[in-house]
């Protein structure tokens, strides 16, 4: 997974704390998103940019609020954590032109109390 | 909204059987098609793609087929070798600007010697 760097890679959060899970790629993508893996759910998107200053929902958006501020740096901030949240997030990236080949992190673990 | 469903969520096969796991998707404008291997602990890595215009594609012991009418993809290990255990997921992607994906809930493959 060489370019997608995630951190933190563990994180244990007090229930209403906030914090930014940060990714960020050298590869000169334009496309980014974020998913969270939980047990027997698979992946789910969260949310996801076509470029910076451009961002929109996926399948799990709520809880959750994204910028894309510049094109290399995409993070991901929980502004009141919730138990529910507690899962392992991935950040990947791709770039247009390359047919959709899409790059993950090696994934942030994090746990709600 | 957009949806895949995989099957099974396990599989359990012999060294050297043939490993078959199939997938439907919901979204008439996915036109990407990834299957990602994933190990305990690790991102997801890509193993094999296919492309709306495609039928079939194969590299070494692995292959995928898609049926567009049909809504339906399915990948191929033969020769399945112990090091083949793992999560494998498929996906579809997110319309036609194929930006991000959605996954499938995965299939945990066991490969016993």
């Known amino acids: 997974n060489a370019g997608v760097t995630q951190t933190p890679k563990f994180q244990v959060l007090k229930t209403g704390q906030s914090m930014t899970l940060q990714c960020a790629q050298d590869m000169n993508h334009e496309y980014m998103s974020w998913y969270r893996q939980d047990p027997g759910m698979g992946l789910r998107l969260i949310h996801y940019s076509v470029g910076a200053g451009i961002t929109d929902q996926g399948e799990v958006p709520n809880g959750y609020n994204v910028s894309r501020s510049t094109t290399e740096d995409f993070p991901l901030r929980l502004l009141s954590a919730a138990p529910s949240q507690t899962s392992v997030y991935f950040c990947a990236s791709m770039r247009s032109s390359s047919g959709n080949t899409i790059y993950f992190g090696e994934g942030s673990w994090l746990t709600v109390v | 909204g957009e949806n895949v469903e995989q099957h099974p969520s396990t599989l359990s096969v012999q060294e050297g059987d043939s490993a078959v796991i199939k997938c439907t998707y919901s979204d008439s404008a996915s036109n990407y098609f990834p299957w990602y291997k994933q190990e305990l602990g690790k991102g997801p890595q890509l193993i094999i793609d296919?492309?709306?215009?495609?039928g079939e594609k194969k590299d070494q012991r692995i292959a995928v087929t898609l049926n567009k009418t049909a809504k339906h993809f399915s990948l191929h290990i033969t020769e399945t070798q112990p090091e083949d255990s793992a999560v494998y997921f498929c996906?579809?992607?997110?319309?036609?600007?194929?930006?991000?994906?959605?996954f499938g809930k995965g299939t945990t493959l066991s490969v016993s010697s």
């Open positions: 996906a579809a992607s997110k319309g036609q600007a194929g930006t991000a994906l959605i």
């Open positions: 296919i492309r709306s215009n495609v």
